[in-house]
């Protein structure tokens, strides 16, 4: 059965410039790893068809193992919509061996101005069911803490 999870949070910037964030590769790969991982961007083509390949590696990988090695997670990110400013909808397949981590997930990044800002909603549907539901959702808000602090920094 499909899994979905989910992660949402208000950032006091407006939607064009957390809709940039989502598309500079210098910005994604300081704010997009969670607590506890670094990222190094390995290809990047921002444009719908195009996407990205991300390393991620874990600070602390015991008692946590990466999907593709010991300490990492290697993602290849394939961008399927780009709607300016409002949402950007992804394909992430994980580089791994281990079938309970293998298929397609959709990323959907979801844009709305209020007037504190942009609530930023981040659905993953078809997660696969060798990733964790909690630690998921938690690595997701953790990205949109940084998210936030990138861009308010930058305001």
Known sequence: MA???CAGRV???PPAAV???LLDRAALQAWLPP????GRIERWDPRPGGGFRMALTRLDPTGSPGKTSAATDVVDVGFTDLAPPERVVQQARFETDDP???GT?????QLVATGAGT???VTATDVPPGIDQAVHEAAIASSLAHLAAHVETAR
């Open 105 to 109: 997930m959709t990323m959907t990044w």
């Open 11 to 13: 950032i006091a910037a």
């Open 119 to 121: 609530e930023v909603t």
């Open 100 to 102: 309970a981590c293998t």
């Open 19 to 21: 809709y940039g964030a």
């Open 3 to 5: 899994r979905t999870d």
């Open 35 to 38: 607590d506890g991982m670094r």
